[in-house]
Structures are given as C-alpha cells and as structure tokens.
C-alpha cells in the first residue's frame, strides 16, 4: 500500500537524522523535590458572599435548579 511505503520512508529517514544526534550524559539532580505537596489549609468561607447572587424565594430558601438526571 502506499501508505506503508511512505511510513517506511519516513521512519528510514526519521532513524538517519537520530544516527546524527549526540548522546549526552544523564542528568543527576541534587534537590530532592519529589512527590512535593502543598499544605492542606482551609479557605476562609463568607456565605452572604456566596448567596449574594444566589436565586431566593419569599421566604428566604435558595432556589437551586433540578438536576437533569432526575425524572
């Protein structure tokens, strides 16, 4: 087919230009950082800040659209 004749064209042509690249010496780094996480803290939480756009009725209960999923 003749798209395996170009796929073999262009791997021929990709493993020349890899003959051509100097091989380097591996890389040793002398930190440690890894696996590194931040420290779990909680986030100061304002409600009236969050229910201030929020849809309320009458009485004051939150308005909340139904889930879709949901007959």
Do not use: C
Request: charged share 45%.
């Amino acid at each position: 087919m003749k798209i395996e004749k170009e796929a073999e064209i262009i791997l021929e042509k990709f493993s020349k230009v890899l003959e051509n690249i100097k091989d380097l010496e591996e890389t040793h780094y002398i930190v440690d950082n890894v696996n590194l996480s931040r420290e779990d803290k909680a986030q100061e939480k304002n409600p009236e800040k969050i229910l201030r756009n929020a849809d309320v009725d009458e009485e004051g209960n939150l308005i909340a659209e139904k889930g879709k999923w949901v007959r």
